[in-house]
Each structure stands twice: as structure tokens, then as C-alpha cells.
């Protein structure tokens, strides 16, 4: 079966009313820690990814009982400290880094051999950030040059530890809330403000922990180990990174409107859409309510008059971290220059996507300057594509593939765009829900 779509036509107008597949972020992190609880922990609305199956497949491989049903997952817990794997065991974490860190500290725990691994984009990334507070707590980790392959060798005698977190990195900071809850005593974390589902989640299921702020930036997590939680039940509300790419094709498009039903608007995550509005995009979030301790609403979008340039403030940028590529599109259409700064971190995902979108946009005849951690865009409301593009996608980047798709349908032109398979990594149903909204997609 071919690897790419073809897009030779723009979309038309529309006027619906749609769902996106469930959080990822919160799907994984439900999974593990449904192993960790003790008794049958049900989730409804799990997305069905390859991240997420590269999570139940992992939490097998330690002899976690997992069944799939036709509405909902079911995960059998017996407890803290409750894995049973062999020794040298592999774990396979795909392309998913929020698996490999995480689980990692479920995993600190065992005095046993085992060794996580990923897909060829995963092995480029950087682990260093989970290895030094993981070594800090007693672990020994072994691998070359901070990348996986990496073979991690726990302890039973794991120490509190007291640790600084300076990236804004919510993979690090649940990696060690996952690790301290098999840590006898209270482990700390000074961070840099960033996602929050694991913090909610420990709430949600009680688990004794504090959070206090410290500075406008700044946070201190206290988190208690040791303490036995019961199985839960959970739905997973609609993701807003998935939700993002028909915001911003909404937004793009002329005399059209859409409804996002029930999408997680948890503030930590919401970046895109004040970036959004801040270029006078037309967004408004109704039906705000609070599910499992997540807040969730519905995504309301009418086509944008005119969108404007934005200076973004890099205290946004932990918040939107996964839009930035759909936001840097908006950009290329916005009235004026758009600048983004300590945005290096983009650079560190499936592929360098710093590099990556500004080769895109460059390619589609706008202009950029782009630096280490900045970018500058210069925006042209008029911009039509008129000729032929082939867009190759050697990471096979998810967001990069989904991003492009949303500019063939609003720009014009003749795409083709490769590595279709890559969205199975996090919405599967994307093309599909496209071509519900009138998408003509071969």
C-alpha cells in the first residue's frame, strides 16, 4: 500500500460538528499508571495509536494483564511495585519518548537487566535529562551517548531525591513523580512550569502530593512514595494537539465554522489557541467542565477576516511545544513578521522541526530567518501555491505530515505529501475525519 496522499484541490467551505481520538499524553500516562493501582482500572476513549499500543505492549512485556475491548481498555493492577518481567528483558518503545521516560521510572525500582529501545527517530533523541536524575536516585543506566538503546539496571533501595528540572520538560518531571512512588519518603522537584496531567492525575487518585509555587516560573513538587492507590476509571478526553490542525484550517479557510466536541483545554496545553487568538483568529471555548480532575470543553471556530503577525513570548512555548509547526503555517498567512525565540527545543522532537519548517516554509516561497532557538516569519495574507510540490518526510514526522496536509488544502497547488503511515503514531483517523469535512484526498 503507498506511503503518501495526493491533494490537488483546495478545500471547500464548511459547517460541522466533529471529535478528535483521544489525549495521547493522557492516554499513556492512564496505562501506566492503571498498572500500578490495585484491581481493574477501566479507560474509555484510549486512543488507539502506535504510541499507546507500544504502551499496553510494554506494560505485557512486565507481565501487566491488559484487554481491549470493543468501548473501552482494561488494565489489571496488584499494586506498587508489582512488574514481573525476566531478566535482560526489551522493551520496545517505538517512536513514543513519552513511553521510554516515563516507564523508565516505573521501571527504577527492579534489580533486574532491562533494556528500552525505539524506532530510528527515538534513538537520535536525547536522554540525558532522565539519566542524571534517575542516577541521582540509585539507578544505574548504561547507554551510548545519552540515546537508546539504553539498559537500565534498578535497585531496591531507591533514595528521595531533591532534583532541579530546568528545561520545562514534562517527560522528566513524571519520569521522577513515576519513579518516587516506589521511594520511601518525600522526593522533590523544582521545575520549570509544564504540563500537568501526571500531577492531576496523582490528585485525581490521591495520591499525597504538594505543589507550590515558587516564582512565575518556577514550581515545587513534593510527592510521598510508598503509598498504595485502588484501581480508577477514566475517559480520556479529545486531544487538542489533534484538535489543533482543524483550528488552524478553520482559521485558514474562508465562510467556514466548526465545533470541537469535549477536547481536553487543560491550560498547560492550551498555547495554541492564545497564540491563535492573539493573530485575531476566531476562537471561542464553550461548555467548560472538569472530567477526572481534566478540564474540557468544546472548540468553537469561525474562518479568520485576517490574521496578523505575532511576536510570541517564550513563556508560551512549553504550552504549544507540539503546535508550533500548524502555528508557523498561520504565520506564513498573517499580515506582518511573526517572531519566535528559545524555541530550540523543537529541534529535539521525531525530527528537528525547527529545520525541518523552515525548509517547508521556504519551499512554499516564504521568508524566514532562522536561527538556533529562534525564528522569524514574514508573513503574506495572499500566499497561493501555484506549482507542484513533493514533500519528503525522511523522520517520518507525524506533525510534519499532518501540518503539510493542512497547507495543500489551504494554499492550493499539487502536493505530494509521503509518509501518510506516520499519523498512526498519534491520530489514526485523521485523513478520514478530512475527507468528512470535504477534503479531497487520494
Known amino acids: ?13 464548511f459547517d460541522k460538528i466533529i471529535s478528535v481520538q483521544g489525549d495521547k499524553s493522557i492516554s499513556i500516562r492512564w496505562a501506566l499508571m492503571a498498572s500500578q493501582a490495585i484491581g481493574r482500572s477501566k479507560a474509555y476513549n484510549l486512543l488507539n495509536s502506535e504510541d499507546v499500543e507500544s504502551t499496553l505492549r510494554a506494560l ?4 501487566v494483564k491488559v484487554f481491549k475491548k470493543k468501548n473501552y481498555c482494561e488494565i489489571v493492577g496488584d499494586g506498587l511495585n508489582s512488574f514481573n518481567f525476566k531478566n535482560n528483558t526489551t522493551i520496545d518503545a517505538g517512536n513514543s519518548g513519552t513511553l521510554a521516560r516515563l516507564i523508565m521510572g516505573l521501571l527504577s525500582n527492579y534489580n533486574k537487566s532491562i533494556k528500552i529501545k525505539g524506532d530510528r527517530s527515538l534513538s537520535q533523541r536525547d536522554f540525558s535529562r532522565i539519566i542524571k536524575p534517575l542516577n541521582t536516585f540509585g539507578v544505574k543506566i548504561k547507554s ?3 540515546k537508546l538503546p539504553a539498559t537500565l539496571q534498578g535497585t531496591n533501595y531507591l533514595r528521595p531525591i531533591y532534583f532541579e528540572e530546568k528545561k520545562g520538560s514534562a517527560q522528566v518531571k513524571s519520569c521522577i513523580m513515576l519513579a518516587s512512588l516506589n521511594v520511601p519518603g518525600k522526593t522533590k522537584i523544582k521545575c520549570v512550569n509544564s504540563r500537568d496531567h501526571t500531577e492531576r492525575l496523582f490528585k485525581y487518585l490521591k495520591i499525597p502530593i504538594k505543589i507550590k509555587k515558587i516564582s512565575k516560573k518556577h514550581q515545587l513538587i513534593e510527592v510521598e512514595g510508598k503509598k498504595q492507590y485502588n484501581s480508577f476509571n477514566y475517559n480520556i478526553p479529545g486531544d487538542i494537539s489533534s484538535a489543533a490542525f482543524f483550528i488552524v484550517l478553520t482559521s485558514l479557510l474562508k465562510n467556514s465554522k466548526i465545533i470541537i466536541k469535549n477536547v481536553n483545554i487543560n491550560k498547560s496545553r492550551t498555547g495554541v489557541i492564545d497564540i491563535l487568538k492573539k493573530m485575531n483568529a476566531n476562537i471561542i471555548i464553550k461548555n467548560n467542565k472538569l472530567i477526572n480532575n481534566e478540564p474540557v470543553g468544546d472548540i468553537c471556530v469561525k474562518s479568520s477576516k485576517s490574521l496578523i503577525a505575532v511576536n510570541c513570548k517564550s513563556e508560551i512555548n512549553s504550552r504549544a511545544i507540539d503546535e508550533f509547526p500548524l502555528i508557523f503555517l498561520a504565520c506564513a498567512k498573517a499580515k506582518g513578521v511573526s517572531s519566535f525565540k528559545k524555541i530550540g527545543e523543537l529541534r529535539h522532537k521525531e525530527s528537528d522541526r525547527l529545520k525541518v ?3 517547508f516554509l521556504r519551499n512554499i516561497g516564504v521568508k524566514i530567518i532562522e536561527s538556533k532557538d529562534s525564528l522569524k516569519i514574514y508573513g503574506n495574507p495572499n500566499l497561493k501555491i501555484e506549482k507542484k510540490l513533493n514533500i519528503k518526510n525522511f523522520m517520518k514526522d507525524h506533525r510534519i505530515f499532518m501540518m503539510s496536509c493542512i ?5 492550493g497547488g499539487k502536493w505530494v505529501i509521503n509518509d501518510k503511515n506516520s499519523v498512526k503514531t498519534s491520530f489514526p ?14
Open 1 to 13: 500500500m503507498r506511503n503518501y496522499v495526493k491533494i490537488s484541490n483546495t478545500i471547500k467551505k
Open 144 to 146: 551510548k551517548n545519552s
Open 357 to 359: 519548517c523552515s525548509n
Open 429 to 442: 483517523n485523521f485523513i478520514l475525519i478530512l475527507k468528512k469535512l470535504g477534503a479531497e484526498i487520494i
Open 407 to 411: 497547507a495543500a488544502l489551504t494554499l
Open 60 to 63: 505485557k512485556k512486565c507481565g
